[in-house]
């Protein structure tokens, strides 16, 4: 069984920073593919990045330039850093991790972008 959990959200002012983390424990091992999810209010769940477990990565279009997803292995903790933060980057963040073709979710953390 896999446990992850999800930090760091709050409210930040458009054009501000915050860093996700996701960490999980369990029996994982360093190859596990790390992916960020989105969602807002009466919308779908949206991709936002990946990382695999040898630390390639992958964006969505519409953060691409303003987020970088990386990890620490010794940590098993995989971070989403989020910079000049927009009114639509508002949603509940969501950590899913994939370890030998199981999927596991996170709880989720809330990011609200607000001035």
């Known amino acids: 069984q896999v446990q992850v959990v999800e930090s760091g959200g709050g409210l930040v002012q458009p054009g501000g920073s915050l860093r996700l983390s996701c960490a999980a424990s369990?029996?994982?091992?360093?190859?596990?593919?790390t992916d960020w999810y989105r969602q807002a209010p009466g919308k779908q769940r949206d991709f936002v990045a990946r990382?695999?477990?040898?630390?390639?990565?992958m964006y969505a279009d519409s953060v691409k330039g303003r987020f970088t997803i990386s990890r620490d292995n010794a940590k098993n903790t995989v971070y989403l850093q989020m910079n000049s933060l927009k009114l639509e980057d508002t949603a509940a963040y969501y950590c899913?991790?994939?370890?030998?073709?199981?999927?596991?979710w996170g709880q989720g953390t809330q990011v609200t972008v607000s001035s």
């Open positions: 899913f991790v994939t370890v030998d073709s199981l999927t596991y």
């Open positions: 369990g029996s994982i091992f360093n190859n596990y593919i």
């Open positions: 990382i695999s477990g040898g630390g390639q990565s």
